[in-house]
């Protein structure tokens, strides 16, 4: 049996944020993915998710767009192509190469006395660009060897596992999808671990909200307390075979992934167990689905009682985050936070029924029994 883990990172976050000091015990999804003990490439990917900045640009699998500006955040510029770069890692080969060095990179062979041409410079009148040569050996080429080598039971994995915050939550949504549609791909069988999965204003189509038979088990946690204007959160119609858990957790958009703050987007170390709590049950799903971890809180059901504990006595300090805004306008569904069912706007507790494990789905209340997360745990 062969694994794949593809963890996608959220709208400006990408995989060294690990040690963003935003999250105090780093952001869950690089997290994991640093915490990951399989051979990169081979065995598992991050993804760096639009707005975050083009510090992966010349590892993809495919040409990039340039849709990693902070500029593209609010419309997910870019989602298409982290897709399709991840597609072309599981089929263990690009479609594209970085073969021209960057500046840094000539530097660095000049200043090692490495015999290489020198840079050249094209000219107008309101632009100087300059190419500084080749590489004689890509990253994608070496991505690749890496992939033939460490991968066993052929090219293609057997299993896909996928994780994913925000944008990254839904980009889960999409490549499932893309797998689906593929000839090579669509007998793969796929679990998800999605994290407040928020498409963005105007990104409700199908491919997003909608999965297909592939999805063998889908756990989702949603935040209850985000109220930001254009955070809709989307539960997606899952096919009647899939196992489909989701929990809703304490906090707002930012805090089940590691963000302590009161206010749920600044510094601080205030409120923690939300973190803590999801940390430890996505550690746990990925490692029933064949990944090996390091660094495991490995919570017993006594901390998982404290911790729940917790947060009905901080429960006045969630529901003060609800006056809170990323976008520095409110919205609500009934006094609740506005989500969307498929394409379909709900309030946040209507989200239950028989499509889920256990059928209270969101309604339930966030507290401690012996039943807590036993459909995953």
């Known amino acids: 049996m062969s694994v794949l883990t593809v963890y996608f990172c959220g709208t400006g976050s990408h995989r060294f944020d690990d040690t963003n000091p935003n999250f105090w015990n780093g952001e869950l999804v690089s997290t994991l ?3 990951d003990q399989g051979r990169e490439y081979a ?7 639009p707005g975050s900045g083009d510090l992966q640009a010349d590892e993809l699998f495919v040409k990039p767009g340039g849709y990693y500006q902070w500029t593209q955040s609010l419309f997910g510029k870019g989602w298409e192509e982290n897709v399709q770069h991840a597609m072309q890692i599981i089929k263990g080969s ?3 190469q970085r073969e021209e060095l960057s500046e840094d990179e000539y530097n660095r062979l000049k200043e090692a006395g490495v015999p290489i041409p020198d840079a050249t410079a094209t000219a107008s009148w309101f632009w100087r660009t300059y190419n500084y040569g080749n590489r ?3 990253p994608q080429m070496l991505q690749e060897q890496i992939i033939k080598q460490f991968r066993k039971d052929g090219i293609i994995p057997t299993q896909i596992n996928m994780v994913g915050w925000s944008r990254g939550a839904v980009s889960c949504h999409m490549l499932a999808n893309a797998l689906l549609a593929d000839e090579e791909l669509k007998h793969l069988p796929v679990n998800i671990f999605a994290l407040d999965p928020v498409p963005g204003l105007g990104n ?3 491919h997003r909200v909608r999965l297909g038979e592939n999805v063998k088990q889908y756990v989702g946690f949603f935040c209850r307390d985000e109220r930001s204007k254009g955070f809709a959160c989307v539960i997606p119609e899952t096919h009647a075979s899939t196992q489909c858990h989701v929990y809703p957790i304490a906090g707002r958009h930012a805090t089940l992934v590691g963000n302590a703050s009161a206010d749920g987007s600044s ?3 205030e409120l923690t ?8 049950l996505a550690e746990v799903c990925l490692t029933r689905w064949g990944v090996k971890l390091q660094k495991m809180l490995n919570l017993s059901d006594s901390d998982l009682q404290t911790y729940h504990e917790t947060l009905e006595l901080d429960e006045g300090k969630y529901l003060a985050m609800c006056k809170h805004s990323y976008t520095k306008i409110t919205e609500s569904e009934n006094n609740e936070r506005a989500v969307s069912l498929g394409k379909k706007g709900v309030a946040f507790s209507s989200i239950s029924g028989a499509a889920y494990e256990p ?3 969101l309604a339930a209340p966030i507290k401690w029994d012996d039943q807590a997360y036993k459909a995953i745990r």
């Open 94 to 96: 690009c479609n594209w």
């Open 136 to 138: 004689q050996i890509t």
């Open 204 to 206: 409700f189509d199908s």
């Open 33 to 35: 993915a640093a915490n």
């Open 273 to 280: 167990e939300p973190g803590l709590i999801v940390r430890h």
């Open 267 to 269: 510094r601080g170390k």
């Open 359 to 361: 059928g209270i789905g």
């Open 43 to 49: 065995h598992w990917i991050a993804v760096d998710g």
